[in-house]
């Protein structure tokens, strides 16, 4: 929440014009994003324009909901009645203003941390450590950029004793407009490395524009061993306001590090010789940097050494992001036990609403220790609650109590985290999205444990974030107009369709495809509302098409007159997609169709020509580099023929994966990516750039030693000369492990060695050879993923990845997590 204001004082601050009803509506709070709007009444939404969505595209949604009051580029002025408009140049830098006079109100400490390291984790742990003794605000995640620092202003309150924001810049002037938000009092200077030297010059400026953010500090706490950055603030800052710290003699604080056993002990001593001793369980490089700059940063806010000391035992290797994991009965679990605060609450709650629906919405809370009285945070929690309409809450601790008085959900209230843990049953979830968020002292890790689903027996793990990865890795070699069709045919690649196709549409792809018209149907059923192309539709589908908004290839004469006759018939339109035959002799409309095909289409009223495609042969490989070049030539003059007699101009595409790596410049108006999204790369020219999204794991069932001489399953195939170790894995090729990899073709990783298959693969079941390893049963063996690549695997039985990964069994248990 924000200190009240009207649209009048936030015109004045914005130097915004007002457009519409000069109102007196208090706002209190300030909203970008239209899925967070919790107090519609009270709430200002200013409409950002970002790389991938306009704010402004929003406004007639929130009215809807009752925002009445929004910020707006001049650019985007328009009416609508009764609403206030408040017009600015930019509305970025207005949203910075606002944060800036929010500021003005805050008279406690502000601790601002930058570098190019750690900035985040000291953040975050020195928030921890104040925590012994003040209550503290800080930037939730890692908000630390233009946008993010202004947001994190916001949460700042009046009880709030202490606050510690972190701050990035990713290019020069960046760091004068968070200096002017932010206008710390104290500040941390992490250290310099890499991260964006392409927006610099050089280091040198790199650390100048950073230090812009402590222009006007009291203090400046930072480690002189970084030569580049002791130079350039030796240069620039009053050295009264520095306090230094490094392994040598000479600066404030002097450290020696002894690395123990579990852990190391911190000794700092002071130029007056005194000193104090710390421990920390953490023992590598980077953390005890950090945790030297937050033990500096507490001592220098007076906190005594046995509160830090105190606050230092806690704290936990910080992962920022939000993950997602596999629960027990078909539940997913979003991880977020190191979450203490509203906005962190908030952020969890949307990252909730991303994911796929399941039966149940289920939150999981402790007691928010950060956030002065329960009076002024449960009935945010509970708005929040009802927002994002959670089914079931659970909640921990004494004050959280307070909820049930404002919540008339189902909600069960226990003391203590233990007390939790004996009261739950893993049967009470059933197939739920549940949210687990508490505060440290909770130790919520332990419900993690008790949810989160244990592997046996074989799954495929499916890693979303790897799939965000490669999306974005594709796109950036795209024109930012350039559609993005994904090819979610055959289960998405054996990865599982509706959960790849709800991910892929929070990621902005713009259409799928798949081939049959009952996979475009389940996608429906389940929710997806991305255009779908079908690209082998049978006739007995037709109704479905029109049913379930799908949209058909087109791919012959034949076809094209069944199709129009049945949506005449039925008074139906539908889209439809031309698919041209330029070599790939598959299906498709050939040179000689054309002139017909021209005629039909210009006596059709049911059918809409959506997109004009053709697909390459042969685009990953560079031998059929000039055969891929005549296909698209070609199809540059069908589809040209085909235009001249449309009134609307379709989308054309060509590229399949390796044609968007090797003809980025056929892109035409969309491509269609389907191998690369899984991570594999069919050139070879960016096998490292892309991230393998699924890893095959099954568990060791039993291990056997064997007599010289015995053999190893059907038909004596496995010969141990010299006796050995067998283990038997519960995968066959009934699930999708090729009966290829008998003998030795294939292998699988245990504990990161070679076990290579000994014998013939059988259906449900396969020997592997260990001996001199190791191995014991329910050990994890990988089938592939990361260490393992499909290409190399496919090589060694004579196929492509292509067949490996749409093998696997829908028997195999898929798991989707996000890291
Ligand atoms: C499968 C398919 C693609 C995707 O090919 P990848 O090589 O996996 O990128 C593109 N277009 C059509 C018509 C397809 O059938």
Redesign the pocket.
Known sequence: MIQSLNPDQIAAITSGEIVGPGVTTAIRRIAIDSRQVIDSAHTLFVALKGAKVDGARFIPDLIAQGVSVFLISKTEKSNFPGITLICVEDTKVALQKLAEYQRSFFPNPLIAVTGSNGKTIVKEWLGQVLSERFLVAKSPKSYNSQVGVPLSVFGMEGFHQVAVMEAGVSQKGDMKALAGILQPDLGIFTNIGAAHDEGFADRNEKIKEKLTLFQKVKLLIYCSDHPEINEVIRQKIDPEKLISWSDRPGADYTRSVKILEQGARIILMKSDLSTHTFFTQFSDKASLENVTHVIIAALTLQLNPEQIQQGLQHLKPVDMRLTLKAGINDCSLIDDTYNNDLEGLRIALDFMKMQRPKSRKILIISDLLQQGSPDHWCPEVVNLIQNHGIDWVLGVGKSIRAIGDQWKGKIDFFETTQEMLDGLKPEFFQNDLILVTGARAFGFESVINLLQQRIHGTVLEINLNALTHNFNFIKKRLHPDTKVMV?V?AFA?GGGAVEISNHLQTLGADYL?V?YTDEGVTLRQHGIKLPIMV?NPLEESFHLLRQFDLEPVVFSLEFFKKLNRWCFEQDAALKIHL?LDTGMHRLGFEAGDLAELRIELQHTKNLKIASI?T?LVG??EQIHEEYSREQLENFQHMKDSILEVLDEKPLIHAL???GIIRFPEYQWDMV?????LYGIE?TGNHDSALKSVSTLKTTVSQVKSLAPGETVGYSRKGMMEKGGKIATLPIGYADGFDRRFSNGKGYVLIHGKKAPVIGNVCMDMVMVDVTGMAVRTGDEAVVYGQEISLKELSERIGTIP?ELLTNISSRVKRVYYLD
Do not use: E
């Open positions: 090819m045919k690649y495809a081939a690209m698919d495609y697909h685009s990953d399949n994966s390796g269609r990516l389907g191998i690369g069919v292509y």
